[in-house]
């Protein structure tokens, strides 16, 4: 059973038990609103995205963060293109914030302490955020754009 699957079994046993110890007239219904599945990035295609987005913000700005929770249906629009899948993640903290961070572990740490792009607290500064994100992004189709030329 999938990691979704247990937690979703675990909500419904639990709630069904909280009505139950808690003398509710009905049985509760449980209804699952929204899902996406896992997004899984290809392999091969971050391995060529890689050296697009290092040409832009050089490649020791470039790593991997491991797996990250969250919800993205861009998986979904991937698998029904048939298109290989690179979903990354855009630092938009003050670099101000990173200064004196002298390694990756550090980098992780102060990472970490940011509000994620789902937070009130969340707010990146426009610069250099949005340059480096649209020279990124240009990057990339850039150079996948050039393999599809006859």
């Not at 509000?115 to 990339?140: E, F, K, Q, R």
Request: overall charge negative; glycine content about 8%.
């Amino acid at each position: 059973m999938d990691v979704r699957a247990k937690v979703l079994a675990a909500i419904e046993r639990i709630v069904r038990a909280e009505a139950q110890a808690s003398g509710a007239v009905a049985e509760p219904r449980l209804e699952v609103l929204e899902s996406a599945p896992a997004l899984v990035n290809d392999p091969a295609a971050v391995d060529r995205t890689r050296g697009a987005l290092a040409a832009v913000v050089g490649a020791d700005r470039i790593f991997d963060p491991g797996p990250v929770t969250g919800s993205e249906d861009v998986g979904v629009l991937a698998d029904a293109a048939g298109a290989p899948l690179v979903f990354w993640l855009l630092g938009g903290a003050d670099p101000a914030v990173f200064a004196g961070a002298s390694s990756r572990d550090d980098i992780a740490r102060i990472t970490a302490e940011q509000p994620s792009n789902h937070s009130p607290l969340y707010a990146p500064v426009t610069d250099p955020t949005i340059g480096i994100g649209a020279a990124a992004l240009s990057a990339a189709a850039r150079d996948w754009l050039a393999s599809t030329r006859p």
